[in-house]
């Protein structure tokens, strides 16, 4: 998939939101996951490995569901 070759700000600025979002996602979980398995009683809900899980979760919902909204806007045009 590549980026529109025009200028227009407007067009880069959804996908580059997905981007962040994505790249968010994936540090999220990670830093997460890692803490869960190496920290005692780290599966509390108020720990910030649990937070940082959830949180990288609803990040990858939302860059699902952006990216699934621009190629459907996409498609229409």
Request: net charge negative.
């Amino acid at each position: 998939m590549t980026e529109p070759e025009s200028g227009d700000s407007s067009v880069n600025t959804p996908l580059r939101v997905v981007s962040v979002l994505r790249l968010a996602a994936i540090a999220l979980v990670i830093a997460g996951f890692t803490g869960w398995v190496l920290e005692d009683d780290a599966l509390a809900l108020e720990s910030p490995y649990t937070l940082a899980f959830a949180a990288g979760v609803v990040c990858a919902l939302a860059s699902i569901y952006l990216g699934l909204f621009l190629a459907n806007r996409g498609e229409s045009r």
